[in-house]
């Protein structure tokens, strides 16, 4: 009897420091003012993500925060694919996580959100750079178990300027990502990670065995950036180094047009999901 209470004793103080050491990691990331700062900018969205049974957890390097969620009926021990989302400039983690979740909620599919604006400022420095947000990815998907060619990396307004770049960096390394949605971006000429890319720092197909969605709205305010122009352009960029272009959405929507009409969303999975069956028969 002795030894049965002390085992068992064993065993509750093993589960309480499990609880312990788990629990910080979330207060952590409720705890940074990052997280603070968007929390009350963005409250609404993100009362529907705590609504929903989101978790917000701190990036690796402690300096800003992701949202994860993942279907209840998820295995810890075989993840299911996930939407690893960039958003818009000047903006958080919050929005994308809700213009998405109703989506990928039906689809089955995770989702995980990146705050990677700093909160103030619009020069490349209040930013996450590509390399940086490539590492806190692959971290994060490594963290969670999540298996290689599975992602799908998406990439709004300037998430979607800074896409290509993560994409040609999982490229050569994790692989991660199966499908990229460059949605209302293109790839900025001035950014050093895609004058990289076209000066051959990556090698001369940096693309190679990479497929992509595109969307533009037609009343887009930048269209030679962010509209129908720009978005073609992108896509000549994208072929120019190896990638394939699996799918063109152009509509009659603005800026945010790629959400705001469900069918986009919709096409969009749709390429992801017929991509992971053909992974799985092979």
């Given at each position: ?24 990691e979330?207060?952590?990331a ?9 929390a009350k ?10 609504s ?5 957890l701190?990036?690796?390097?402690g ?29 958080w ?37 590509p ?43 994790e ?34 065995g ?6 533009a709205?037609?009343?887009?305010p ?11 352009e992108?896509q ?5 180094y ?9 509509d ?31």
């Open positions: 009897m002795i030894k049965r209470c002390i085992f068992h004793g064993l065993l509750f103080l093993l589960f309480a420091r499990a609880v312990s050491a788990a629990a910080p979330t207060a952590r409720e705890q940074l003012p990052l997280f603070q700062k968007a900018a963005d409250k609404e969205r993100h009362d529907f993500a705590v929903k049974g989101a978790k917000f701190p990036t690796p390097d300096k800003s925060f992701y949202i994860i969620w993942l279907p209840l009926s998820a295995s810890p021990q075989k993840p299911p694919p996930v939407v690893f989302t960039l958003h818009g400039h000047g903006s983690a919050f929005d994308e996580f809700f213009l998405w979740h109703p989506h990928i909620a039906e689809a089955g599919i995770g989702i995980i959100a990146l705050q990677w604006w700093f909160g103030e400022g619009e020069t490349p420095k209040d930013y996450y750079r390399r940086e947000i490539e590492k806190i990815m692959s971290s994060i998907l490594r963290s969670q178990k999540i298996a290689g060619r599975t992602v799908l990396a998406h990439g709004f307004s300037r998430g979607s300027a800074n896409i290509y770049g993560l994409t040609a960096l999982d490229n050569r390394s692989k991660f990502i199966l499908l990229t949605v460059a949605n209302a971006g293109k790839a900025g000429a001035d950014f050093p990670i895609n004058r990289d890319i076209a000066s051959g720092v990556f090698g001369p197909r940096p693309f190679e990479t497929l992509w969605v595109t969307y709205g037609a009343k887009d930048h269209p030679d950036r962010d509209g129908i122009p720009g978005m073609r992108a000549d960029w994208i072929r120019r190896g990638g394939t272009v699996k799918l063109v959405i152009e009659e929507g603005d800026h945010g047009g790629f959400h705001r009409n469900p069918a986009n969303v919709k096409k969009a999975l749709e390429v992801f999901k017929q991509l992971l069956a053909e992974q799985a028969a092979r």
